[in-house]
């Protein structure tokens, strides 16, 4: 596979957002809830175990992303990034932990590992946040590896949970690659009907991409040019 052509990972900005909120809010969300329940004895231990919890989770994945190794840093990173899923699947950085190590298997063309790990988020995950993003990376990874139904398939949620604009621009991709991929292929069961179904559906998922991005957005000139090319030739 053309190393352009491998998915494009654009929601760091997400990712980061989301665990600057949990580390400004995350505690005092969970005191609350303690607070309620247990009384302030079991607060105090409460708050004493995740206090340890974090910070253990915190260095690990510190050490992931600083990628320190005296040995493999491959394997390195693997055991890391299970340790975390496996230790401390409860929290922040568990998630994080399994994004980053989607992004490297994505960058090592090893697709199939991506998606254990976006599935592993899915799966996991307490942040609907992390969720969406697992799942919308998921669906770039289907389309990677030229897989338009399964794609659709993993978009197709009632909650967008706010990422409505990548959710109809993943559609819109997938469409136009199925499309693309009939004209180019001439299915027996698929015509030339079909063919411009799937070209028309994309078009007006493009447009609902661009109509639920954020103001100012730079990324809608891309938008713009994929809806413009729906039905071209590569």
Request: hydrophobic share 40%.
């Amino acid at each position: 596979m053309a190393e352009d052509k491998l998915p494009r990972f654009i929601e760091d900005d997400d990712v980061a957002r989301a665990k600057a909120f949990w580390n400004e809010n995350g505690k005092s969300i969970v005191a609350g809830v303690i607070i309620g329940l247990g009384g302030i004895v079991g607060f105090n231990y409460w708050k004493s175990y995740q206090q340890t919890e974090g910070e253990n989770a915190s260095f690990l994945f510190d050490r992931l992303s600083s990628g320190q190794n005296d040995i493999d840093h491959d394997i390195d990173m693997n055991s890391v990034a299970d340790e975390l899923k496996e230790k401390y699947a409860s929290t922040v950085y568990a998630d994080l932990a399994a994004l980053a190590m989607a992004k490297q298997f994505v960058e090592k063309n090893d697709l199939a590992a991506a998606a254990r790990e976006l599935n592993w988020v899915m799966d996991h995950s307490k942040d609907s946040g992390f969720q969406h993003i697992a799942r919308l990376r998921l669906a770039a990874v289907a389309l990677a590896q030229q897989r338009p139904d399964q794609a659709l398939a993993i978009l197709t949620i009632t909650d967008t949970g706010g990422f409505e604009s990548r959710y109809h621009e993943l559609t819109a991709d997938a469409y136009a690659q199925r499309g693309q991929a009939t004209k180019n292929q001439g299915a027996e069961n698929i015509t030339a009907e079909n063919q411009d179904e799937d070209n028309e559906r994309a078009r007006l998922e493009y447009q609902k991409s661009l109509e639920t991005l954020p103001d100012g957005s730079s990324h809608a000139g891309l938008i713009q040019l994929k809806r413009d090319n729906v039905g071209e030739s590569p």
